[in-house]
């Protein structure tokens, strides 16, 4: 289960900053849930609630929701392709091909 510090870390990054950045970035979302399933399934490997009940920021174990964090991290630095990790998402979910 998550700590509550990482949750914090988690809706800070996937309601405030991912979302404030999108425009400016050209990424493929905009909404929250939407940047928290692109980085909890390419966190997961797979659909995340495959793995993980819902809701996945109480239920994720710390490390694998620190993963989620450092991946979006990563796709603000400039160095994961937020819109490979969409197509990632999305293949596993049925509606496209792996990037």
């Known amino acids: ?21 999108a425009q400016q970035r050209g990424w493929p979302v905009f909404e929250d849930h939407c940047f928290q399933r692109i980085l909890l399934d390419n966190a997961v490997g797979e659909k995340w ?25 990563a796709a603000i630095a400039g160095s994961e392709d937020l819109d490979d990790l969409n197509r990632n998402s999305l293949a596993w979910r049925g509606q496209g091909e792996l990037a």
């Open 49 to 73: 609630n495959n793995e993980i009940p819902a809701p996945a920021y109480r239920n994720a174990p710390d490390d694998l929701l620190e993963r989620a964090i450092a991946l979006g991290e």
């Open 1 to 21: 289960m998550a700590s509550d510090n990482t949750a914090r870390r988690w809706f800070a990054l996937t309601r405030d900053r991912m979302p404030g950045l």
